[in-house]
């Protein structure tokens, strides 16, 4: 497979998404989640996103405390931890303030537990500076956010990160499906219909996509094809399956 | 011997101009004078504002101290200039011909990064991943197409380089290893050192 990124209309959409708030009316409507269910690039694309904006990116972790947050963040901003809580966020606000550079936070879920006082951290530094800052989360965040009125009312867009088009896949087999893994190693053609195929399989997500490109890379080498066809990959899987008997569920009951 | 003052419409290096008076006159360190005394040494400094950028350029340089005073005879103000230990070098390096001129005293730092560079969304990257190798940083950071090995040998290049500056440490793992190949080292981000990445050393300061 052909190395390098894709970007595909979920990058473009998280871009337009930046535009677009950046325009707001209010200024306090800083937040802006970012949604999407697992495998279909969102840490990828964030990731991409921040080291070329240069916006400071922090990825949340389940241990994460008021301090533990504001530590993370000095740290991205270069700044010092010293002294208390207040402090090192006074510290964040100036540099925010004055720089306004958005945040990232990546693995926003945890951020929302029995209470969303970590939320409301990241809401103050938002309110005061009017910048912008950006939740990734899984898709049942925005639910959770919801639950805090005065902070959902300051949610400026969510942004949907689809399961892949068959643009995507199309984009993808076209920019990296390949007889080798060199650079100029010779592309390797799929048939429309093959494409559709993945897409059906992997169910539009990016992780299952590439493992499915491999496999059938992997087949054609073996089998010396130079283009591939339906009829060559018909009854296979392409991905990973997951089949057999449901745990905890009898035999007799499995039909 | 000390070369020759030029015309008035050709003295354009005012200071050098003040330090060959100084040297004609065999001033040193602690000799004293006044902007009255320059002005009749060298009539040139008396068109437009050339004597005040020539003082102001050496006390500046820390080649003359100033200190203003007071004539009791006149009532008027009376500044007085003082040739330091740094100045009384230079009125000996003007006496041997050699002309005192502007520019970098020493050697430049390193080039300003730009916010754009591969170097700079690199470090982001390390930044944010903290464990990395060169092959997944330039599959994140380069378009499929575009010259992804060259951005992996430039990866590979840089995180060698950070990890001799004591920013980053090489794992003892290596990965992606497929076939013959000793795959690829990951580097883990031991000392962040902010937004920007770390500054190898000069070879010109070193």
Redesign the interface.
């Given at each position: 497979m052909k190395p390098g990124f894709v970007q595909t209309e979920n990058f473009r959409r998280l871009k337009d998404a930046e535009k677009l708030v950046a325009r707001r009316g209010a200024s306090e409507a800083g937040l802006v989640i970012v949604r999407g269910v697992f495998g279909v690039g969102k840490s990828k694309l964030t990731e991409r996103w921040a080291a070329e904006s240069g916006y400071v990116f922090i990825r949340a972790k389940e241990t994460y405390t008021k301090r533990a947050l504001l530590d993370e963040l000095a740290d991205a901003m270069g700044l010092a931890k010293g002294g208390r809580n207040i402090e090192v966020q006074g510290r964040i606000i100036a540099k925010v303030g004055v720089d306004m550079v958005p945040i990232i936070v990546d693995e926003a879920d945890h951020l929302v537990r029995s209470t969303a006082s970590l939320l409301e951290v990241l809401r103050d530094i938002t309110d005061v500076t009017g910048c912008m800052c950006f939740l990734v989360g899984m898709e049942h965040f925005p639910m959770k956010v919801a639950r805090y009125g005065h902070i959902a009312s300051r949610v400026a867009k969510v942004v949907e990160f689809e399961t892949l088009s068959i643009g995507d896949i199309r984009a993808t087999v076209n920019a990296k499906a390949s007889l080798g893994s060199e650079p100029n190693a010779p592309a390797l053609p799929m048939d429309e219909d093959v494409v559709a195929e993945i897409h059906k399989q992997c169910s539009g997500r990016m992780r299952l996509a590439l493992n499915a490109i491999a496999n059938i890379e992997g087949w054609a080498h073996a089998n010396g094809w130079k283009k591939v066809t339906l009829a060559d990959i018909k009854g296979k899987a392409l991905c990973t399956e997951f089949s057999g008997k449901p745990l905890g569920v009898s035999a007799n009951r499995v039909k | 011997m000390t070369p020759a003052l030029k015309p008035v419409e050709e003295l354009r290096w005012v200071a050098s101009a003040v330090l060959q008076a100084l040297a004609e006159r065999g001033k040193g360190k602690g000799d004293t004078f006044t902007a009255a005394d320059l002005l009749a040494w060298v009539p040139a400094l008396s068109a437009g504002a050339k004597r005040t950028n020539a003082t102001t350029r050496l006390v500046g340089l820390g080649l003359l101290t100033y200190r203003q005073g007071f004539d009791a005879d006149t009532a008027d103000l009376q500044g007085t200039y003082t040739v330091t230990a740094a100045g009384a070098e230079a009125i000996q390096a003007a006496k041997a011909g050699k002309a005192h001129k502007s520019g970098p005293k020493r050697p430049h730092g390193n080039r300003p990064q730009s916010?754009s560079a591969f170097s700079?969304?690199?470090w982001?990257?390390v930044?944010?991943?903290r464990l990395l190798d060169a092959?997944e940083a330039?599959?994140?950071?380069?378009?499929?197409?575009?010259?992804?090995?060259k951005a992996?040998q430039h990866a590979s290049k840089l995180f060698r380089r950070w990890e001799l500056t004591g920013h980053l440490a090489a794992s003892k793992q290596r990965v992606h290893r497929?076939g013959t190949s000793n795959g690829h080292k990951r580097y883990v981000l031991i000392n962040?050192?902010?937004?920007m990445p770390p500054q190898s050393p000069s070879k010109k300061t070193a």
């Open positions: - | 916010a700079t969304q690199l982001r990257l930044r944010a991943r092959k330039a599959e994140t950071l380069v378009d499929a197409g575009d010259d992804v090995k992996e497929v962040d050192c902010g937004p």
